[in-house]
């Protein structure tokens, strides 16, 4: 659940960044913003791309599911019958049995419903607030998309160390103060909890947790709306993270 809250997250923020950039770079937007709000604009962007992806998500694990289970059913393939090579150790079928059995054991010990509603949450929270820096960073870039990518690596290490700590830390004590600070820094805290709570963490810190994320989405579509409102009109300059700062303090 972690890898995959990493690659949609990261997968469909850039597909909001770039469909931004090629509505400013063909002027698209400006026959667009005479009928609606900058902020309207950027939060139907986010809105129908996150839903876009959503439902591709849906499709292919649907149809992955349905071509795994079919396949054997309509070819009679059978893998106890393929051949293995020689040097392959054998398996004792009693013994993957008792490893499926306490496999399905821990599984059922665990709390799906809060799991999966939390997965969620933290998909959500997490998609705005990255996708919101993605398309605000899409509002400053130019045509040169080689001089964006100093702008766009503030916004994906967040969420690559977020992976990072995950893997290394998590892995070794989930309950570490590492990782506890990862679990609640909004940055990392889409990542990072829900990998922690297979591991059945205190129920304050994970209420903490979604308050914290819920809070810092609406909180980064508020910044990232007033950054986009200067720089989807803003064309033909090179635009520094310092520029962008400023833009935050513009009235109007």
Do not use: C, H
């Not at 990261?10 to 063909?26: A, D, F, N």
């Not at 604009?41 to 986010?46: Q, S």
């Not at 830390?169 to 570490?176: F, L, V």
Request: avoid cysteine.
């Amino acid at each position: 659940m972690t890898f995959l809250m990493f690659m949609m997250v990261l997968v469909y923020g850039q597909m909001v960044m770039r469909s931004v950039m090629e509505e400013k770079t063909s002027r698209i937007v400006e026959v667009m913003m005479s009928s609606v709000k900058p902020f309207e604009l950027m939060l139907g962007k986010i809105l129908g791309t996150g839903a876009v992806g959503l439902t591709q998500m849906i499709i292919w694990v649907v149809l992955s599911g349905a071509v795994t289970f079919l396949i054997p059913l309509v070819m009679g393939f059978d893998a106890s019958s393929m051949p293995t090579p020689a040097n392959t150790p054998q398996i004792d079928p009693e013994q993957m049995q008792g490893e499926g059995i306490r496999i399905m054991a821990e599984l059922s010990k665990q709390n799906w419903p809060l799991i999966v509603f939390s997965f969620i949450i933290f998909f959500l929270g997490g998609y705005f607030i990255y996708a919101s820096m993605f398309a605000a960073i899409g509002s400053a870039m130019g045509d040169d998309l080689g001089e964006g990518q100093s702008l766009v690596l503030p916004v994906t290490i967040p969420l690559s160390l977020a992976f990072y700590i995950v893997s290394m830390a998590g892995w070794r004590n989930p309950d570490s103060g590492l990782m506890v600070f990862a679990s609640m820094f909004p940055l990392f805290s889409p990542i990072a909890m829900p990998f922690r709570m297979a591991f059945n963490p205190p129920w304050w810190q994970v209420a903490l947790s979604l308050t914290l994320v819920v809070l810092a989405a609406f909180f980064f579509v508020w910044l990232a709306g007033r950054i986009y409102r200067v720089g989807i009109l803003l064309y033909g300059k090179k635009v520094t993270l310092k520029e962008i700062g400023k833009w935050l303090f513009y009235k109007g």
